[in-house]
């Protein structure tokens, strides 16, 4: 079993930025496939970055792209979403999943991950 605990999300103006790490329990984690995920109100969970095990591959969504980076330290356990040039419509509860399944691509659909965190808000003013 692993655990994901997600950190950094919260209030902020359009144009500024934060960085949301998500910690993960367990040995094995350089071997899973991390995802990030987000959830507005009243809308279906939708994908936004994902990176392989290896770091090889990495995945955006359109609506990010170039904005949002995506990083992982398999020494700390930890996977990072760097996100910059924030908009209102990026404000959402951002959900870290991990995939077990050591995938040579970085996963773009929910189903495939194994692990979800518990969340963390992201709210960007105008």
Known sequence: QVQLVESGGRLVQAG??????????GRTFNTYGMGWFRQA???EREFVSSIN???SNTQYADSVKGR????????????YLQMNSLKVE?????????????RWYASRVVDEYDYWGQ???????S
């Open 90 to 102: 990026d404000t959402a509860v951002y959900y870290c999943a991990a995939d077990r399944s050591s």
């Open 16 to 25: 500024g930025s934060l960085r949301l790490s998500c910690a993960a329990s």
């Open 68 to 79: 949002f980076t995506i990083s992982r330290d398999n020494a700390k356990n930890t996977v």
């Open 119 to 125: 969340g963390t808000q992201v709210t960007v003013s």
């Open 41 to 43: 109100p009243g809308k």
């Open 53 to 55: 095990w290896s770091t």
